[in-house]
Structure formats: structure tokens, C-alpha cells
């Protein structure tokens, strides 16, 4: 059976974004895998900020006791990472991101260390899940990509994809029949 962590970063359940992620999940759901998930709503963990301290440096962990620790035990024992966010300033949203800031821990004890807390040989995929108001612009969604990518890297995940849309605040993701297809597939 695999494990797949769904991360909804958006602060607004059921609208654009929530509703793709459920969509993809559902394919995911019925597919010919055997497929456990877990869905997280960020908006629902208390996640403090990274400040930058260095003390995963010297542990290969945060010192913090937070939302946090239920996500690092998810990372380390999923199949796959999906994660969901709205684009805020062409880059993924500050609940989504101080997420992925707080995953320091991993890259402290992957370079730092040389000593990973996370299983460095488990094979692993990503895949990112993008919603933007705004109409589309060949640009829009330039600064998330990096981000996303060095997230993966930093928890051990193989980067498979993206799904990107535009244009939600004139046409809801649940009204738009093709991109519903393309995340339930």
C-alpha cells in the first residue's frame, strides 16, 4: 500500500484550491493502486516561523514543539507529497511557506550533519498543485516552482509535476469540466 500526504496550503477549505486537491485525490482514490492518504489543512496546525536559530544544525532538528512535528513523522513515512497552494505574490502562500522553511531540519541534518532524518533511500514523489486568481500570464507562477522544487529535494521526493491554473476568480476550478479531468488523472 503507498502512503500519500495531501498538504492543503490554502487558508480557504472548499473553494478553488481545496477543491482540486480533493479531485486529484479522488483519482488517487480509484486508481489500481492500493493507496492510503492523509490530508492535512495547514490553516488547521500551529507552525511557528523558522528563525533562523541553527539549532537543527547541530540536531537535525527543530527545537520547536509545534504543528510541525505531525508533519515531519508524514514526510518520513509517505510515498508521495502532494501539495496544494494558493499563488500569493507570484510564490506559494506564507502558511504554505513557513511549512516549507520549517523543513531546514532536514536539509541541516542532510548537509550539515551527514546524518538525514529522513530516509534518504525510500523512493518518493512530489507533485504541486498551483491556483491563481489572476488571468494568466506567461509568468505567474515563476516564483513557486523554485520553492517547490527545493522542498522536494529537502524531503527526499522525486519532483513528477505540476498542475497550474489561472484565472479562478471569473471561473471557479469546480466549474472548469477539462482541469477537473486533468487533476482527477
Not at 546524518?115 to 525510500?122: L, M
Not at 527526499?156 to 471569473?170: E, P
Request: charged share 30%; aromatic share 12%.
Amino acid at each position: 500500500m503507498k502512503k500519500v500526504i495531501a498538504i492543503m496550503g490554502s487558508p480557504r477549505k472548499g473553494k478553488n484550491t481545496d477543491k482540486l486537491l480533493d479531485k486529484l485525490l479522488e483519482g488517487l482514490k480509484d486508481s489500481k493502486y492500493e493507496v492510503e492518504i492523509k490530508k492535512v489543512y495547514l490553516r488547521d496546525l500551529e507552525i511557528g516561523h523558522c528563525i533562523g536559530c541553527g539549532y537543527c544544525e547541530k540536531t537535525g532538528k527543530c527545537f520547536m514543539n509545534d504543528g510541525m512535528n505531525v508533519l515531519y513523522d508524514e514526510f518520513d513515512g509517505a510515498d508521495g507529497v502532494v501539495i496544494a497552494s494558493p499563488v500569493y505574490f507570484n510564490s506559494v502562500n506564507s502558511i504554505t511557506k513557513a511549512m516549507i522553511d520549517r523543513c531546514q531540519a532536514y536539509w541541516s541534518s542532510k548537509y550539515v550533519l551527514k546524518k538525514p532524518s529522513i530516509d534518504r533511500e525510500k523512493k518518493r514523489f512530489g507533485y504541486f498543485l498551483c491556483v491563481g486568481g489572476a488571468p494568466e500570464t506567461d509568468d505567474q507562477f515563476d516564483g513557486s516552482i523554485p520553492v517547490i522544487d527545493y522542498f522536494f529535494r529537502a524531503v527526499n521526493n522525486q519532483y513528477k509535476g505540476n498542475l497550474l491554473c489561472s484565472h479562478t476568480d471569473d471561473k471557479p476550478t469546480w466549474e472548469r469540466e477539462d482541469l477537473m479531468n486533468e487533476a482527477y488523472e
